[in-house]
């Protein structure tokens, strides 16, 4: 299954963004990053893949930054346009 992770620059913006997307009715949640990448902070928001022009688009609504996308399946992960 493909998902999409979102990375962030800060744990605030990430907790942020888990909160928002959790009362939007999204089924995303935190996870620890995945070592294969980096980013500014340790935390990134895991979600459905078909779900993530609708997050983009809510976290954009809602100014909370996210660094970038990734698609992929938990093991190998690949960087997508913002």
Not at 44 to 56: H, S
């Amino acid at each position: 299954m493909t998902q999409a992770l979102f990375t962030f620059h800060s744990s605030h913006a990430a907790m942020a963004a888990e909160i928002c997307c959790e009362e939007a009715g999204f089924s995303c949640r935190l996870i620890p990053l995945p070592s294969s990448l980096s980013a500014g902070c340790g935390l990134a928001l895991l979600c459905p893949r078909e779900e993530r022009e609708k997050v983009a688009s809510l976290l954009a609504c809602e100014d909370i930054p996210f660094e970038s996308v990734y698609a992929g399946d938990r093991t190998v992960w690949q960087k997508e346009q913002a």
